[in-house]
């Protein structure tokens, strides 16, 4: 009786969001129903077929709550009929609110058999939402022992399945007790804790409980399952647990949502294909929904469609209550930063954490107050939605490569606002990178490389590096652009973590991380080896590319200024396979960019020589005579390129430009010695070939010999003015001009 009058209110009541509220016939056209028009309006066939399906429904409806007696599925035409409709129904377009409350007695009262049952729970799936009073109904059903254990087991995997789209959680939560009973049973337990560990509050932490779980984990071992319950039990109450869990995240619950995730799928595209109705009642948000309600699911969750015209009515009854008592405050309330601010430490947050990736007061939060359960909540969903989703490690995900690129640009943009990585992003990158093919959802995956928290070189080496190896030296030259490019910002969050927690040693990642300065100091080094030798051999299969050559050079550029830009005493010089490519390269930019870098390396050096003389060395680190070696000879052939034309005589790097002067003879290129010089050097010579229009605009000869004595000062003031500061620092800081009459005789001056 209730039901029908809870059917009744809703056909009746209009709602306050919605100007007209939908009945089961508009649930079932996907539109709006207009009762004084409907009679009226011609009815095309497809309208027809839909009230034809909303009778059967109806129909099956009423059969399974008028059953009484146990009913076999064998030589029952009606039951199969009814059952099919269902089905068919179910799986195609969802189910409407006021059917789960039948279906579920249906199932749960035992007056069925196990057959029907089990064909039941797996056709339940909802076409919006579900109500919660029809789950409290159901559970209360489990009381009786009516149904069989299997059936049982059934159900809570449903339920954990369905968790996102229950409107309402109070009443759950208030049978906390009553789920947690149910941990005595070894087949039930593992379904239990997940969902116990998607219902479990600070107050729901007891030390009856704890005890209880502690015998269970004496008595099975060290369960995944019981190991999540215990972990979040100690972040709400360390006190209370005490013992040693381990801290590598894992995947604690297997997935409850098998025979329920393709038809959820279903419905929701094929919903929101139909009727831009669905766009709004679909878990209660204003905005299309992906195939995975866990990540797009916004935080009107509990708020649903059907409960919308007591909204505004609710938050008046509730108003007063929220802000006077020392309660939580539940994050559907939160609208403002002042709220936040208000209500910083009564928060609530959603069972499911997936709505707080697109919410960014819930990420201020985040950020602000180092809660743990948040972050424990956070990774155990992210890294088995992850797991779960992944397009190239699960086949049958391969159809839904768009959503997933979403979803971990959501992930993305979440760890740049929270200005760091995820583990269990990172877990899931380590897993998957070796199957990956490098081209699917390939710019997100770099991005997500990127933001990878610091680690052992071992690790990352047999799980990071490994694996991009093979994809780096295999793909295109785009490809190779893009993993220098994230390796790049990889170590700037790395040495921009280490500059904010310098000082910072009771923040908790500095425990969790357990990284000391030597050790960040050999991880930071091992990973700009690598990237130089990748780089090497990157430049050869590609023929010192100019593209390929600029991201590499701006990886440097973070590199040469680490000592005095990040505080951290490290400086490694490129290897000559990156650094003579770039001297010589074809392209202003690429030199232009050298000099620069040249320059900052040169600046730190002697900052660190400084430093070392007066006794203050940076955190009690001193560089290797061989850095200021390698450095020497790099600006040995630089200026003897660029400015006094002695490379080919005073290079003295075994992989560098020396060559006697016989074998330069056999060149038969006229002024050899010069034509790497600032006018020569085919980088430069398009500025010199400007200058000279400008100087002699008569001169059609192009004499490149004429720019000397004064006119090669000009010439360096034209290249200055051209944007070139880079080889403009280089200059001024590491060559003596002697004589600005002659520049044959400048002189270089080495650190």
Not at 409 to 432: A, D, H, I, M, R
Not at 633 to 649: E, N, P
Not at 710 to 728: A, I, V
Request: aromatic content about 12%; glycine content about 4%.
């Amino acid at each position: 009786m209730q039901r029908r009058q809870n059917s009744e209110t809703l056909k009746k009541t209009p709602q306050i969001h919605h100007k007209n509220q939908t009945d089961l016939s508009a649930w079932r056209k996907g539109r709006r129903t207009d009762p004084g028009k409907s009679v009226q309006s011609h009815q095309s066939p497809n309208d027809q077929e839909n009230d034809s399906e909303q009778d059967s429904l109806k129909e099956a409806l009423s059969y399974f709550e008028q059953v009484q007696d146990r009913v076999s599925l064998k030589k029952n035409n009606v039951l199969q009929k009814h059952l099919t409709t269902v089905e068919s129904i179910a799986l195609q377009r969802g189910l409407p609110p006021e059917g789960f409350d039948v279906l579920l007695k249906g199932a749960l009262s035992g007056k069925l058999a196990d057959t029907v049952n089990t064909r039941l729970l797996k056709s339940l799936v909802p076409a919006s939402v579900i109500p919660e009073t029809s789950v409290v109904s159901a559970v209360s059903w489990l009381c009786v022992s009516k149904c069989s254990d299997n059936i049982q087991l059934l159900f809570l995997r449903w339920l954990i399945t369905m968790f996102d789209f229950i409107d309402h959680k109070e009443e759950l939560h208030a049978l906390y007790g009553f789920f947690f009973s149910f941990l005595q049973d070894e087949k039930m337990c593992p379904y239990v804790c997940h969902l116990l560990y998607l219902l479990t509050r600070k107050e729901s932490v007891k030390p009856f409980r704890i005890r209880r779980l502690l015998d269970l984990q004496v008595k099975m071992g060290m369960q995944p399952h019981l190991q999540a319950l215990l972990s979040l039990y100690k972040l709400f109450c360390p006190e209370l647990v005490t013992i040693t869990l381990p801290g590598k995240m894992k995947t604690y619950f297997k997935n409850s949502e098998g025979p329920w995730k393709a038809a959820i799928n279903t419905v929701r595209r094929r919903n929101q294909a139909n009727s831009p109705v669905f766009q709004t009642l679909f878990l209660g948000t204003a905005q299309p929904q992906s195939r995975k309600r866990k990540w797009n699911a916004q935080l009107m969750i509990p708020t649903t469609s059907t409960n919308r015209n007591n909204l505004e009515e609710d938050r008046e009854k509730n108003c007063v209550k929220l802000y006077s008592r020392d309660e939580s405050f539940p994050v559907e309330q939160l609208q403002t930063f002042s709220q936040l601010l208000q209500n910083i430490h009564r928060l609530e947050f959603p069972s499911q954490m997936g709505s707080v990736l697109t919410n960014p007061l819930l990420l201020h939060y985040m950020n602000c107050i180092k809660d743990e359960s948040v972050y424990l909540r956070l990774y155990y969903w992210m890294g088995q939605t992850l797991q779960e989703e992944c397009t190239w490690c699960v086949a049958d995900n391969s159809q839904y490569e768009e959503e997933f690129k979403d979803f971990l640009e959501t992930v993305y943009k979440t760890e740049c606002f929270l200005q760091e990585g995820f583990s269990s992003c990172e877990e899931f990158l380590y897993k998957s990178l070796p199957l990956w093919d490098g081209v699917c959802c390939r710019s997100q995956v770099l991005r997500l490389v990127s933001w990878i928290p610091l680690g052992t070189f071992s690790e990352m080496k047999s799980h990071l590096y490994d694996p991009l190896v093979q994809l780096f030296f295999t793909s295109s030259l785009y490809f190779k652009c893009s993993v220098i490019e994230s390796l790049k910002e990889l170590l700037q969050n790395w040495l921009n973590w280490h500059v904010i927690h310098l000082d910072s040693e009771s923040d908790s990642q500095v425990h969790s991380l357990n990284t000391t300065l030597s050790g960040l100091v050999n991880t930071v080094a091992e990973l700009i080896h690598f990237v130089g030798r990748i780089s090497t051999v990157a430049l050869r299969l590609e023929n010192n590319h100019i593209f390929l050559l600029y991201f590499i050079l701006d990886f440097y550029e973070t590199v040469c200024d680490i000592y005095l830009r990040y505080n951290l005493p490290l400086l490694i010089m490129p290897p000559a396979g990156v650094f003579y490519p770039a001297l010589l390269s074809m392209d202003s930019v690429n030199l232009n960019q050298l000099c620069y870098i040249m320059y900052r390396y040169r600046t730190n050096l002697v900052a660190a020589k400084e430093n070392d003389l007066s006794k203050k060395q940076m955190l009690q680190f001193k560089f290797s005579s061989q850095t200021y070696q390698e450095y020497n000879q790099y600006l040995i052939a630089m200026v003897g390129c660029l400015w006094t034309s002695s490379a080919f005589q005073k290079d003295t790097h075994p992989q560098g430009l020396r060559m006697d002067d016989e074998l330069l003879k056999k060149t038969a290129v006229k002024e050899v010695k010069t034509s790497f010089n600032i006018v020569n050097h085919p980088a430069m010579m398009g500025y010199a070939v400007r200058f000279l229009q400008q100087a002699w605009p008569d001169d059609t000869t192009f004499n490149f010999s004429l720019i000397k004595g004064r006119k090669w000062d000009w010439y360096l003031e034209y290249l200055y003015s051209q944007g070139l500061e880079g080889l403009k620092v280089f200059i001024e800081s590491s060559i003596n001009r002697v004589s600005q009459a002659s520049h044959s005789k400048a002189e270089n001056v080495q650190v």
